[in-house]
């Protein structure tokens, strides 16, 4: 049993195992989970109700979810007084699934994330984020149906790893004045008013990132692993993590992907046409095409042609970005699910890739799907698709009757809008 130092043990309901690499649930899992800062709450309360609902109809009371509640952000600060308690780390890493709202981080001081440090502690080193349309969801762009993606963004390295210091500190001084006189550094614009941050980009970290991806597409049938990066300026983190990926991906999986590495060799030895049919006849195998591209033209591209694009490989930031912009064109933020996972060890923190949306805190208003939407990725993840299935088509099903939230209510014609609590009755009333 976990030892914790402060939290109440969980009263009830079976741990969550893995035995030779394969997940055990219970048919009554303890689950962890985190209600999250600013509109947390409300978003957790109707969320949660949604899930209950759904594994009880899917199951009709065979399974049940026993929740167990540990804390970071403001909830943890105001009873434990720290912003993310030992016991939560412990409590995750013993029942290995769990579920979170989103946690506040101040910018320019202050502490730093605890969604980033519950992250880089688990080692949860890859961050899924599907991205797809549903039916009836107001968009900005002509074609949101076109958009279905999923990213695989690195949860453990680059900028985010934290590894700055502040203008003006003794530490910035020091790190500059390594680099200009031990390093030959002639670059920095402006030495005297600099901050500096590091980014570490591993092979290791890319590889285990890259994998996961291809395996993900080679379960789920995709066409096609695209590595985003901005290699052409960044040579030596985003620039191999590219070169990284390829190698991987023609190592691990040479009879069953086709590169454009491949490609450009072909073209070389045999022209365009050799090529062009390679890529074709790899193809037509149900091979995964691996290709890459710099970040930049991607953000046009998924503007431009989101059709060329299906399961997405890229650094922490690039992410990041990635995640909010494709997240806005299947209809925005308030649907866009996601899971930060590791998986060699099973664990996995599933939580929605938007924030807090302070302004909303306490008005019961916000949109829950995107948590909703995480916590059907957590009951696939767990092999309850019976449930995961139910809630989609319930929340499919509410959508197109027009009953929505507010940020759907004010782009559609003939919404009635609902508020959170409402909505996840709705979904209730549909499943
Ligand atoms: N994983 C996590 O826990 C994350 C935490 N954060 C943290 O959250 C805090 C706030 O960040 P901020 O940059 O404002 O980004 P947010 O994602 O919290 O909010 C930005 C805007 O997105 C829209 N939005 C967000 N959530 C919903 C929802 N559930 N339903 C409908 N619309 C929604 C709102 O748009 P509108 O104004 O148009 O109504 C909102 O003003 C920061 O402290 C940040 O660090 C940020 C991202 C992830
Ligand atoms: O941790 C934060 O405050 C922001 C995290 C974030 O934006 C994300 O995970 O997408
Ligand atoms: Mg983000």
């Known amino acids: 049993m976990a030892q914790f130092e402060k939290f109440p043990q969980p009263t ?3 741990k969550v195992t893995l035995v030779n690499g394969k997940l055990q649930v219970p048919d009554n899992p303890i689950i962890p989970f985190i209600e999250g800062d600013g509109t947390g709450p409300d978003i957790w309360r109707a969320s949660r109700r949604v899930f209950d609902a759904a594994v009880e109809k899917a199951y009709g009371g065979r399974r049940k979810i026993a929740w167990y509640e540990v804390f970071a952000g403001e909830k943890a600060f ?39 440090a519950l992250r880089q502690e688990l080692d949860l080193y890859v961050c899924q ?42 530490e910035v001084k020091k790190v500059i004045q390594f680099l200009r006189e031990e390093m030959g550094v002639k670059k920095i614009r402006f030495p005297e008013t600099s901050g500096i941050g590091i980014k570490p980009v591993s092979k290791e970290g890319t590889e285990r990132l890259v994998r996961a991806a291809i395996e993900y597409a080679l379960k789920q049938k995709r066409k096609s692993v695209t590595l985003v990066h901005k290699g052409n300026i960044m040579k030596f983190t985003e620039g191999a993590f590219k070169n990284w990926g390829y190698e991987l991906a023609e190592r691990e999986y040479s009879d069953k992907v086709f590169t454009w590495q491949q490609y450009d060799r072909i073209k070389e030895q045999h022209g365009q046409r050799a090529a062009d049919d390679a890529q074709k006849e790899a193809e037509a195998n149900g091979k995964i095409i691996i290709k890459d591209v ?39 933020i308030g649907i866009a699910p996601g899971a930060n996972i590791n998986y060699e060890t099973g664990h996995a923190v599933f939580e929605a890739t938007h924030g807090t949306a302070p302004k909303y805190a306490n008005l019961d208003k916000v949109n829950p799907g995107s948590v909703i939407l995480s916590g059907v990725m957590m009951l696939e993840y767990m092999g309850w698709q019976e449930a995961a299935d139910a809630i989609v088509n319930a929340m499919e099903k509410t959508i197109e009757q027009k009953t929505v939230t507010y940020d759907f209510a004010r782009l559609m014609e003939g919404a009635t809008e609902v508020k959170c609590s409402e909505f996840a009755s709705k979904i209730i009333e549909n499943l």
């Open 294 to 332: 710099i970040a930049d033209a991607f953000l046009q591209q998924i503007l431009t042609r989101p059709k060329e694009y299906d399961v997405i490989a890229t650094l922490n930031l690039n992410g990041d970005y990635i995640s909010d912009a494709l997240a806005a064109q299947v209809g925005g």
């Open 129 to 170: 984020r599907p991205v797809r349309y549903f039916n009836g969801v107001p968009s900005p762009v002509k074609h949101p149906e076109l958009v279905d993606m999923v990213i695989f963004r690195e949860n453990s390295e680059d900028i985010y790893a934290g590894i700055e210091w502040a203008e003006g500190s003794p």
């Open 12 to 14: 009830e309901g079976e």
């Open 78 to 116: 105001n009873t434990y007084g720290e912003w993310l308690p030992a016991d939560t780390l412990t409590a995750i890493k013993e029942y290995i699934i769990a579920i979170k709202g989103p946690l506040t981080t101040p910018v320019g001081g202050g502490i730093r994330s605890l969604n980033v």
